[in-house]
């Protein structure tokens, strides 16, 4: 009996709660200096009306950030500094979203990158089997293939109202204030009630390069 709009956000809302989930919301891994910064949209599929944040810091629901731009505001798309404003503005709490595990990969990641910087490898000693794996698989793909990342969720309702969201903490490491296809309308996601709904996970430059989501749909 709800709208498809509160579907999909509460849909990527569980998973950006989800401290296990390493591409999403809190526990997502970080930028390279070692600080966790989110993307986010959502759309309505009778108005073409949206709202997105990106590089947005602190604030565990981007998802829901990204809907009260569309909801309270004249404007589409909130980033980094101003979209935290805006966030603690309407209430939302700043917290730290680095979690223990994603800090392990990310040091792991830093004393692995180079040679030509301050830091030594960690010792076989200092092994952490868990970071050194998902490094493996990610940087050497030795081992299963990633199995993506991001979350999208489109849903329609008994009358055909449609409406999409994709939430994400973008490619692991990514420079600092890289934003990706998620936030961005026609890439990360489209949805238009006389066609249908589309999202994307995966490498975002490629899809900012393509509008795929756009594609699809029209
Ligand atoms: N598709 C998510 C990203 O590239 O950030």
């Not at 000693?125 to 050194?132: G, I, R, T, V, Y």
């Amino acid at each position: 009996g709800r709208s498809t709009l509160d579907a999909v956000v509460e849909g990527v809302t569980l998973v950006e709660d989800d401290p296990e989930e390493l591409t999403v919301g809190f526990g997502g891994l970080p930028n390279e200096d070692g600080v966790v910064q989110l993307d986010a949209a959502v759309m309505d599929g009778a108005t073409h009306r949206a709202g997105a944040v990106a590089a947005l810091e602190d604030i565990r629901h981007p998802t829901k950030v990204a809907r009260l731009v569309m909801e309270q505001t004249k404007r589409v798309l909130l980033v980094g500094e101003g979209a935290r404003r805006f966030a603690l503005a309407n209430g939302f709490v700043a917290e730290n979203l680095l979690t223990e595990k994603a800090r392990r990969m990310w040091l792991y990641w830093r004393r692995r990158r180079s040679q030509i910087d301050d830091w030594l490898d960690p010792s076989p000693d200092e092994a952490d089997l868990d970071a050194q794996a998902w490094y493996d698989r990610h940087f050497y793909h030795a081992g299963p293939a990633p199995s993506g990342g991001t979350v999208h969720c489109s849903a329609i309702d008994a009358a055909g109202n449609m409406s999409c969201a994709t939430s994400t903490s973008g490619h692991a490491f990514k420079l600092a204030g890289r934003v990706g296809d998620s936030p961005i309308l026609g890439a990360g996601l489209y949805v238009d009630n006389d066609i249908g709904s589309c999202g994307s996970i995966g490498h975002g430059e490629a899809n900012l390069q393509h509008l795929s989501s756009y594609a699809v749909v029209e």
